[in-house]
């Protein structure tokens, strides 16, 4: 598929959820400029809090990560985000397919908080969907998106 997808996931703990360190997440950037090479590709990005949200790419997936399915329709590119599993909060509806057109693109913003093994710290995610059917200019997603869902729920 002639696809080209921007994963950006922030995460942080309790330490950045209000004051000085989160007005420093807050300000964390959902995009960033693609890198030259021919559709399809996935950039990857990640920002904690341990490195003081600076990006780094190309990051290993995590196995909690969430997904996506692709499916040709139409001449359109259908685009539905798969839910991690077991983040909270749990999503019993979630928003519908999205049909892209060539050309078009889309951000999709989803949250979550998770608890941490034999019960450890919370910390929580934020992952941003950036994609785009066709090949696009390597700026594109730092526009305003002309397709946008927010999933983002209450985690606190």
């Known amino acids: 598929m002639d696809v080209v997808?921007?994963?950006?996931?922030?995460?942080?703990?309790?330490?950045?959820?209000?004051?000085?360190?989160?007005?420093?997440?807050?300000a964390v950037p959902v995009s960033f400029v693609l890198p030259v090479r021919t559709a399809p590709f996935v950039q990857e990005i990640v920002l904690t809090e341990?490195?003081?949200?600076?990006?780094?790419?190309?990051?290993?997936?995590?196995?909690?990560?969430?997904?996506?399915?692709?499916?040709?329709?139409?001449?359109?590119?259908q685009v539905e985000l798969i839910a991690a599993d077991w983040g909270v909060p749990r999503r019993h509806r979630r928003p519908p397919t999205v049909l892209l057109a060539r050309?078009?693109?889309?951000?999709?913003?989803?949250?979550?908080?998770?608890?941490?093994?034999n019960g450890g710290?919370?910390?929580y995610r934020l992952?941003?969907?950036?994609?785009?059917h066709g090949a696009v200019p390597v700026d594109t997603?730092?526009?305003?998106?002309?397709?946008?869902?927010?999933e983002r729920a209450h985690i606190w």
């Open 50 to 77: 341990a490195d003081g949200f600076a990006p780094r790419e190309g990051a290993t997936r995590p196995p909690y990560r969430s997904e996506m399915r692709l499916k040709r329709v139409d001449g359109g590119l």
């Open 103 to 117: 050309g078009e693109w889309l951000r999709w913003h989803i949250n979550y908080r998770f608890t941490g093994m």
């Open 121 to 123: 710290a919370m910390f």
């Open 127 to 132: 992952d941003t969907l950036n994609l785009a």
């Open 141 to 150: 997603f730092l526009g305003e998106p002309p397709r946008f869902i927010d």
């Open 5 to 26: 997808v921007q994963w950006v996931h922030t995460s942080w703990t309790k330490r950045s959820r209000g004051g000085a360190e989160a007005a420093r997440r807050n």
